[in-house]
């Protein structure tokens, strides 16, 4: 379990959300910005950008995500996890070859980024990339003016959506137990769900206590 950087939502807005009193997910939020950046291109020294498998040693269960700083990003997941995590491999990269490499091994998909192979994760990532299966963006050369691209459009509704649908159906659940199962921060899903109740394509149920995240939700079967 690990929180999964979906939202967009700038440093300070994320920080600030007046969700119930939920504040303070600007570790989580630092991803979340690089998420959606103007992707530059790799080998630029503006943004060290590296891709990684994160996960416990001999695991076949691994993460596969992209930061622009590894090692607290392994303390953001492990702060997550029951057991030690390590990173396992990384390479240069960024959005381009994460989404290559998820788009790779979705019929191994666990649950978000996370993949349960059927033998050592590392090997199976590396020879995936090496033999060309995984397509690595170019580098742009060296000296060169880096072109500043805008990455398409991402419907992170829809992606929590997706997410909440696989995992409990019909079935009601709360903010807290999805967050923690999704790899969500809880201020970040409660954001989504509302946005999803407004759309119609979810339901809040009567709150549990004073805790908003505590809330029971629904999701419909279509987005």
Not at 10 to 19: N, R, S
Not at 116 to 129: G, K, L, Q, Y
Not at 203 to 209: A, G, L, V
């Given at each position: ?5 979906f939202?967009?939502l ?10 119930g ?5 600007k570790?989580?939020a630092l ?18 950008q ?5 996960g416990a ?7 596969i995500g ?14 997550m996890?029951?057991v030690?995590?390590q ?9 381009a ?9 979705t019929?191994?998909?666990s649950?978000?980024?996370w ?18 299966q995984?397509?690595r ?7 060169a ?10 419907d ?13 159906g019909?079935?009601?659940?709360t ?10 921060g809880p ?5 989504r769900?509302?946005a999803?109740?407004g759309?119609?394509?979810a ?7 004073t805790?908003?995240?505590r809330?029971l939700?629904?999701v419909?079967?279509?987005?």
């Open positions: 379990m690990t929180c999964v950087p939202s967009r700038p440093v300070p807005q994320l920080a600030e959300l007046p969700l009193g939920i504040v303070g997910f570790g989580e991803d979340l910005v690089q998420g959606l950046s103007p992707c530059i291109a790799e080998g630029d020294d503006r943004v060290s590296s891709v990684y498998v994160i040693p001999r695991s076949l269960t691994v993460k992209f930061t622009n700083d590894l090692a607290r990003r392994r303390r953001e997941i492990q702060y996890c029951p030690e995590v990173v396992l491999w990384s390479c240069p990269g960024g959005p070859l994460e989404q290559a490499l998820h788009d790779r091994f019929e191994l998909r649950h978000g980024e993949f349960t192979f059927e033998a050592d994760p590392v090997e199976t990532v590396r020879r995936a990339i090496e033999s060309g995984v397509r963006p170019h580098a742009a050369p060296s000296g003016r880096q072109a500043v691209q805008q990455p398409p459009p991402v992170l509704d829809r992606v929590a959506h997706g997410s909440l649908w696989r995992t409990y019909a079935s009601q659940f903010v807290a137990d999805a967050a923690e199962r999704l790899g969500y201020a970040t899903l409660l954001e769900l509302v999803l109740v759309k119609g394509h339901r809040r149920r009567q709150p549990i206590r805790d908003p995240t809330q939700f629904t419909r079967p279509c987005l």
